[in-house]
C-alpha cells in the first residue's frame, strides 16, 4: 500500500509562484507514472499534468503549459509541481496520484490518490 502526502499550498497573489511536494511512503513509487491533478469549487476534477515513472515523458493540460512543471526524484520517492505565474483560476485543491501505467493516469485513473492541498491564488 502506499500513502501519498501533499504539502506546500497555500495563499500566493497572482503572478507568483508556489512548489507542491508529494512525498510517498509504504512503498516506492519509483515505477509508477505520477501526476497532479486539482478541483475548484463546483467544477470537476481535471488532470493538469502527469509524469512517467522514467521522468521521459511530461503531460499538461493547455491552460498550465509554460506556467506549471512537474518533476520527480525516484531516490526520495517524491514528485514535484512548480507553479509559476499562478492565475485567479489556478485556485482549487491540488491532489497527488499515482498509476501503474502512464496512460491510464492521464485518462484520470489512480491506483493512490493524495489527500489534497489547498492552493488559493488572490487577485
Known amino acids: 500500500q502506499v500513502q501519498l502526502v501533499e504539502s506546500g499550498g497555500g495563499l500566493v497573489q497572482a503572478g507568483g509562484s508556489l512548489r507542491l511536494s508529494c512525498a510517498a511512503s509504504?512503498?516506492?513509487?519509483?515505477?509508477?507514472?505520477m501526476g497532479w491533478f486539482r478541483q475548484a469549487p463546483g467544477k470537476e476534477r481535471e488532470l493538469v499534468t502527469g509524469?512517467?515513472?522514467?521522468?521521459?515523458?511530461?503531460y499538461y493540460v493547455d491552460s498550465v503549459k509554460g506556467r506549471f512543471t512537474i518533476s520527480r526524484d525516484n531516490a526520495k520517492n517524491t514528485a514535484y509541481l512548480q507553479m509559476n505565474k499562478l492565475k485567479p483560476e489556478d485556485t482549487a485543491v491540488y491532489y497527488c496520484?499515482?498509476?501503474?501505467?502512464?496512460?491510464?493516469?492521464?485518462?484520470?485513473?489512480?491506483?493512490?490518490w493524495g489527500e489534497g492541498k489547498q492552493v488559493t491564488v488572490s487577485s
Open positions: 509524469i512517467h515513472s522514467t521522468g521521459g515523458s511530461t
Open positions: 496520484a499515482a498509476h501503474q501505467e502512464y496512460r491510464r493516469l492521464l485518462e484520470g485513473v489512480a491506483h493512490y
Open positions: 509504504g512503498r516506492t513509487v519509483s515505477g509508477y507514472a
